[in-house]
T-cell receptor
């Protein structure tokens, strides 16, 4: 296991409220990713980071922002949550060598 | 834009059956194709394929890549109920360190 923990693991919130999901890794991996998983869509990349303060957009970045102030932490923020952001969010990491990703346990977000 | 399509979407078999899962892809500069198994929580890595025609094998699971026809298959022989999961295929290109995932195949193995 790559020692990836996500918090919170479950959250229910209301439309319009801000939400922050945290990903913490203990493996000193350079790359960190946030994916969302929805039925029929597999995993879709939201944002990723290739180093401290270095981030870039993925396929479905609208409505999300990220920050990486330390190697071990990667935060995903929904500034104003919408019902379409109800999903399971996965954090993943790797060291950029080969394609294998190591995943966290997922965070289930419900926006009412 | 990279694209990965998996088929079938779902599959129900009985223990002992052999199954073949399909993954076709379009990617600008192919680097590798990966298979993951997802049970209740996080996806876990199965195989990474980079070369065409070379089979990767792990127990009852095997996978092969055809870079000319742009697809891969994942075979599971003598299926067991513990093989029930979503199987995800992903491709990596040389442009960046990102994976593009397919929609997954949900496999259910009945006793």
């Amino acid at each position: 296991d790559a020692g990836i923990t996500q918090s919170p693991r479950h959250k229910v919130t209301e439309t319009g409220t801000p939400v922050t999901l945290r990903c913490h890794q203990t493996e000193n991996h350079r790359y960190m990713y946030w994916y969302r998983q929805d039925p029929g869509h597999g995993l879709r990349l939201i944002h990723y980071s290739y180093g401290v303060k270095d981030t870039d957009k993925g396929e479905v970045s609208d409505g999300y922002s990220v920050s990486r102030s330390k190697t071990e932490d990667f935060l995903l923020t929904l500034e104003s949550a919408t019902s379409s952001q109800t999903s399971v969010y996965f954090c993943a990491t790797n060291n950029g060598v080969g394609g294998e990703l190591f995943f966290g346990e997922g965070s289930r977000l419900t926006v009412l | 834009e990279d694209k990965v399509v998996q088929s079938p979407l779902s599959l129900v078999v009985h223990e002992g059956d052999t199954v073949t899962l399909n993954c076709s892809y379009e990617v600008t500069n192919f680097r590798s194709l990966l298979w993951y198994k997802q049970e209740k929580k996080a996806p876990t890595f199965l195989f990474m394929l980079t070369s065409s025609g070379i089979e990767k094998k792990s127990g009852r699971l095997s996978s092969i890549l055809d870079k000319k026809e742009l697809f891969s298959i994942l075979n599971i022989t003598a299926t067991q109920t513990g093989d029930s999961a979503i199987y995800l295929c992903a491709v990596e290109d040389n442009a960046g360190n990102m994976l593009t995932f397919g929609g997954g195949t949900r496999l259910m193995v009945k006793p």
